[in-house]
């Protein structure tokens, strides 16, 4: 009968500590907004990698003064644009909420645009937890990061890129076959 009362009452531990003892959300960190949006202004982007440097990336970052920071990459095939939004977090007001958005892309990501979007970011979510919890930046961390955030509204499945590539093959299709009618 012991054991029996000692698993239930280390099953109604466990089931108050899950409901009560939430983990504390991902995008939100123990400092306030001003100390936040001066580390993620000053981000150290570190060395470039060779294949980087064929490409011509260039990483920057510029902030408003105050609650908003943007990371740009740019390259010879792509420019990126990430939005850092910083507020204070409504549960704590010395804590800060960061919303990343991010837009352009690639020329050549085509219908894998979603996932190359969301490559992207879940590398700028790595970099900005790295810069704020002092940790240094680990990109092989980036999608184990990222997978707590919430999204940003782009679809980035492989399904979606299946369909984007499907409709884009129809369209082509559609196009030569017009051309071929007008060449007659």
């Not at 150290?44 to 011509?56: C, I, R, V």
């Not at 837009?103 to 970099?127: C, L, P, Y």
């Not at 092989?140 to 990061?145: C, P």
């Not at 399904?159 to 082509?172: S, Y």
């Amino acid at each position: 009968m012991n054991i029996f009362a000692g698993t239930g009452l280390v099953a109604v531990a466990g089931g108050l500590l899950y409901v009560f003892a939430q983990p504390s959300a991902p995008d939100v960190y123990n400092m306030p907004v001003g100390t936040a949006y001066t580390q993620l202004a000053n981000v150290d982007f570190g060395e470039l990698t060779d294949g980087q440097k064929a490409a011509k990336i260039q990483y920057s970052a510029r902030g408003n003064g105050k609650d908003k920071v943007f990371w740009t990459t740019r390259g010879s095939h792509v420019r990126v644009e990430c939005e850092l939004s910083l507020q204070p977090a409504p549960e704590a007001a010395d804590s800060t909420h960061v919303t990343v958005t991010c837009n352009g892309g690639s020329a050549s990501d085509g219908a894998a645009s979603g996932i190359a979007h969301n490559m992207h970011r879940n590398t700028v979510i790595e970099r900005l937890d790295a810069a704020l919890t002092g940790r240094p930046f680990d990109r092989e961390r980036a999608g184990q990061t990222a997978y707590r955030w919430p999204g940003d509204g782009v679809e980035g499945g492989y399904a979606n890129a299946v369909g984007k590539a499907i409709e884009m093959d129809h369209e082509m299709r559609q196009q030569k076959a017009e051309w071929q009618k007008s060449a007659r």
